[in-house]
């Protein structure tokens, strides 16, 4: 399995199960611990651990000093969960989230936590959130870091994205957006999107600049890792229509 550290399979009618093992610590021998993450890429892509998926773990671990007692880390389109996953390893208060019609998304995180052995709780929870759409939960959210891994993906969700992203931003002042993507036609897409909703990138780092070698050599392609905020010399944020 690309960028996971093992795999077991199984194999039931026409549906495939894998489960994959990611490690985390400073030491590859002696990591500090391990997460096991339920797959099936007969069923859904959001059921599968994408690079990018694997690039935002890694750097939560490596930046886990920050993310350690945080209010809130709130995970845009979070799929298999990983990179929440490792946020709540280090000490955050997570909040799970993926499409709300996608039913079978949402169940899979709660079997990759029962998995796991955590369980939902007043610091960790799932939560289905649309983008672009405003219910009760989207007003309780409050988080210190947003962190979205593949979400730059189909672009008729940018605007939707975007906005739910401004939002979030705007209601935790200093809180931080995170995500890693495949830089598939060079940085001007982000860099447009950023201006449009009043964004601005402090950080653009190279994936391959801090994976580790024994996980960089299971990935491929141009895989970028941006931390976004809110552009304080810009006032005026696009509605949509």
């Not at 998995?115 to 799932?126: G, P, R, S, T, W």
């Not at 979400?151 to 992203?165: E, G, H, K, N, R």
């Not at 449009?196 to 392609?221: E, N, T, Y």
């Amino acid at each position: 399995m690309e960028g996971s550290d093992s795999a077991e399979t199984e194999t039931a009618d026409t549906l495939m199960t894998t489960v994959s093992h990611h490690h985390f610590g400073d030491e590859m021998d002696e990591p500090a611990f391990s997460i096991s993450i339920i797959e099936n890429m007969k069923e859904d892509y959001g059921l599968f651990v994408w690079p990018c998926s694997v690039v935002l773990a890694e750097y939560v671990w490596q930046q886990r000093l920050r993310f350690s007692g945080a209010g809130v880390v709130e995970v845009l389109g979070a799929g298999t969960s990983l990179p929440g996953l490792v946020a709540v390893k280090v000490g955050a208060d997570v909040t799970l989230t993926d499409d709300s019609s996608r039913l079978e998304v949402l169940d899979n995180m709660k079997r990759v936590l029962d998995l796991n052995k955590l369980e939902c709780n007043f610091c960790f929870q799932v939560l289905g959130l649309t983008w672009g759409v405003w219910d009760a939960s989207t007003f309780s959210l409050h988080p210190k870091f947003i962190l979205g891994a593949d979400v730059l993906y189909d672009a008729s969700a940018f605007d939707d994205l975007f906005a739910t992203v401004t939002f979030l931003l705007q209601c935790s002042p200093g809180s931080v957006f995170i995500t890693t993507y495949h830089n598939r036609s060079g940085h001007h897409l982000i860099e447009f999107l950023m201006v449009k909703w009043g964004l601005k990138c402090v950080k653009l780092l190279d994936a391959f600049s801090f994976m580790p070698s024994h996980k960089a050599s299971g990935l491929s392609g141009n895989l970028q890792l941006a931390e976004i905020v809110l552009d304080s010399q810009r006032a005026e944020i696009p509605v949509l229509h």
